[in-house]
């Protein structure tokens, strides 16, 4: 059983940084995935990015690509997710997620990943 736990959201006003990271349990299979997925209020779950746990090869959606930066610690079953120039169009709920078995034509999907964090808030504002 795979469980996942997410930490660090908050508050930042615009410009600033934050890390998600999110703790993993459980055994990975070869075509594994881990990402995160965003949700704000009244719209639909948004792919952000993804990582795989072999050979670690990331994923980004365009609206984070070149801001975000998703990283992994194979060690310590941790995920981050390093959130750079963020803008108020980041706030959402975010998701960690995890996937056994992931193509690459699923990887931005969000029936790929059948394992879900409780998530974390992110707020951008001034």
């Known amino acids: 059983q795979v469980q996942l736990e997410e930490s660090g959201g908050g508050l930042v006003p615009p410009g600033n940084s934050l890390r998600l990271s999110c703790a993993y349990s459980g055994s990975t299979a070869i075509n594994s995935a881990t990402g995160w997925f965003r949700q704000a209020p009244g719209k639909e779950y948004e792919f952000v990015a993804a990582?795989?746990?072999?050979?670690?090869?990331?994923y980004y959606a365009d609206s984070v690509k070149g801001r975000f930066i998703i990283s992994r610690d194979g060690a310590k079953k941790t995920v981050h997710l390093q959130m750079n120039m963020l803008k108020s169009e980041d706030s959402a709920n975010y998701y960690c997620v995890h996937g056994n078995g992931v193509i690459l034509s699923s990887i931005r999907a969000k029936s790929a990943y059948n394992y879900w964090g409780q998530g974390t808030q992110v707020t951008v504002s001034s």
């Open positions: 990582i795989r746990w072999m050979g670690g090869r990331t």
